[in-house]
């Protein structure tokens, strides 16, 4: 019988396509659960559910009725919309999976910071804030965000008094306007953070059965000190000294367990201040948008198939990375209105090292920059002899691209 996996996710994913390539490589038979079905859905009812990831529970439910439920062997989520519907999903069905609070102590920065924080894990001072008043004397610089965004929507450092309140009124005006956001009212604070500076990494790692395995340490090589926190580059291998980078490993373990995470994907966000790491963020999934492209393995695998095999429980094979520098540009939006046109796409892409160019968000749509928007102009990989050279040609690239934007 077929090796059978439920893929779970939202439909504005951008991780679709490369999961299901790493499925067909895997020859694994995939049934896909989304909150809309494809127009084709009814030709494959076996294989495609459609489900409401904003109540978990009844998602898991609606699954395990399905008559093919007992073929399914894994499940797997796919972004951070997914999380708790698969965490749910698996649980049902009796299947591997991190537990259902775990997994939503990472959807809600608040209870994150408790967990972390009564386990001793290092991490920015941080305070909820129950606006819209004054919260009170803080150790300026610090970070105002929403509880359960990602990708730094609605982030926003501040220096003063009178920064925080117009920052907070921001934020709170943008959740009240997104009908998917966690809304400012019925006692939901903002969470504020002492800011810490210094360089940015992320980590990617999976999880089986609580033990961690490793599989990049991402530099992050433009600064984020602010106001907004638009990540750009991300490049492999980390430059950092491996003394530094077990350190860093060391502090995802300890968030891990800390949260009670147990299987499948992990990213996490940290800063290099002085001292130990300290924790930002950590998902229970694996890193977004088109990035995962840049993790090139001496397997030959791809993150994806890393993941559905460690979902199925099988062999990891090998997790070292392939020699040489590699990088990710994911594309700032210069500012908000209609995007018309991105011209020089074929000067860009023709540029020394640069391997992909892909841009996602549609002719016609509506964009904005962070802290309100929640996407990027699309992404752009390049390889090179180091972390230098790649982000040097990935910025280089996006210089060549004509973004038109019409208000």
């Given at each position: 019988m077929a090796r059978r996996v439920l893929l779970v996710l939202p439909s504005r994913t951008y991780r679709a396509a490369a999961f299901l390539e790493a499925a067909r490589r895997l020859q694994l038979e995939v049934v896909v659960a989304s909150d809309q079905g494809s127009t084709l859905g009814h030709l494959f009812p076996d294989l495609e559910l459609t489900i409401d990831l904003d109540d978990p529970v009844a998602a898991a439910r609606l699954v395990a009725s399905h008559p093919t439920a007992a073929q399914i062997q894994a499940v797997v989520p796919v972004d951070d919309g997914a999380v708790l519907a698969a965490a749910q999903i698996a649980e049902r069905l009796g299947l591997p999976g991190s537990p259902v609070t775990a997994v939503a102590a990472t959807r809600n920065k608040l209870l994150l910071r408790e967990r972390l924080n009564a386990h001793g894990v290092s991490q920015p001072g941080w305070w909820p804030w129950i606006g819209p008043g004054d919260p009170g004397p803080l150790p300026f610089p610090v970070v105002v965000k929403p509880l359960d965004q990602a990708g730094s929507r609605g982030v926003i450092r501040v220096d003063e008094p009178t920064q925080l309140l117009a920052a907070g009124e921001r934020i709170r005006r943008e959740?009240?306007?997104?009908?998917?956001?966690?809304?400012?009212?019925?006692?939901?604070?903002?969470?504020?953070?002492?800011?810490?500076?210094?360089p940015e990494v992320a980590v990617e790692a999976v999880l089986r059965r609580g033990q961690l395995w490793p599989l990049a340490v991402f530099d992050k090589p433009d600064p984020l000190d602010g106001p907004y926190f638009e990540e750009t580059v991300y490049t492999v291998p980390s430059?950092?000294?491996?003394?530094?980078?077990?350190?860093?490993?060391?502090?995802?373990?300890a968030a891990v367990r800390a949260v009670g995470l147990s299987e499948g994907a992990v990213h996490a966000e940290l800063r290099l201040g002085e001292g130990r790491p300290r924790l930002i963020d950590l998902a229970g999934r694996s890193i977004g948008g088109r990035c995962s492209g840049v993790l090139r393995f001496a397997s030959k695998r791809s993150l994806e198939e890393i993941l559905l095999r460690a979902a199925l429980?099988?062999?990891?094979?090998?997790?070292?990375?392939?020699p040489g520098a590699r990088g990710v540009m994911m594309m700032p939006i210069p500012r908000a209105g209609t995007l018309r046109s991105v011209p020089g796409r074929a000067e860009a892409l023709a540029g020394e090292g640069i391997d992909l160019i892909d841009v996602s968000v549609p002719l016609g749509g509506r964009i904005a920059p962070l802290p309100e928007g929640d996407r990027y102009l699309g992404f752009i990989h390049a390889h090179g002899r180091d972390s230098a050279q790649v982000t040097q040609r990935l910025w280089r690239a996006y210089q060549r691209l004509g973004v038109v934007i019409e208000d």
């Open positions: 959740l009240l306007a997104d009908p998917t956001c966690l809304p400012p009212h019925l006692g939901v604070p903002l969470l504020v953070e002492k800011f810490v500076a210094g430059g950092l000294d491996p003394e530094r980078q077990g350190e860093i490993l060391a502090e995802v373990l429980g099988e062999p990891l094979g090998e997790l070292e990375l392939e």
